[in-house]
């Protein structure tokens, strides 16, 4: 027999990614309304993206994490740096948020094949690692740019990031495989509903 191959374009793929690209948008929108101090703000934003990842493909955590990088252009830190250097930081931000989707759900599906609760695991802590990480890489190439923008105290800025950082990565490793699990779960159950 020949074997069929799933279309990424089903109606529940389209309806789910409908659904995290609102929630993606939505809570990005929230987080540029409540900044945390130092002009950085919560990305909340990673648990949505992470679990389109998971659930979705690479593909899907990319889009996600792009949507994501459109909207954090409106960050009041990327319209400050885009004063000084507009091309770099929204390619910083575009970056940060597209390798923040891609990457942990390429790990996430190279990781399930062995083990999926260690795949989710090493997924939620590699989003908020590539995010952060990718957004220091992106201010040390516009140093001057960041420290125009934030004065003397770029060490201060530093370490707000860091702290954010630790925030998201504590919020993606609670919630994004908790997320995954129920909606395995879920799934199972509708699938033996459909096969009585």
Known sequence: MEKVKSSFFTAKNIAMLGV????????????????MPGGTSMSFVLVPILVGGMLLGPAAGGL???AFGIVTIFDPMCLALMNYTPALAVLTVLAKGTLAGLLPALLFRTIARKNKHAAAFAAAACAPVVNTGVFLLGCLCMYDA????VGSAFNVFVGLI???????????????????????????????????
Not at 146 to 149: D, L, N
Not at 177 to 196: S, W
Request: zero cysteines; hydrophobic letters at 60%.
């Open 64 to 66: 996600l994490g792009f």
């Open 146 to 149: 960041v420290e125009a923008s």
């Open 162 to 196: 860091m702290i954010n950082f630790a925030i998201e990565l504590a919020v993606n490793l609670v919630l994004a495989p908790a997320i995954y699990t129920v909606d395995r779960i879920v799934e199972k159950r509708i699938r033996g509903r459909e096969e009585r």
């Open 20 to 35: 995290l690209l609102a929630l993606v948008i939505v809570l990005q929108l929230f987080g540029l309304v409540i900044p």
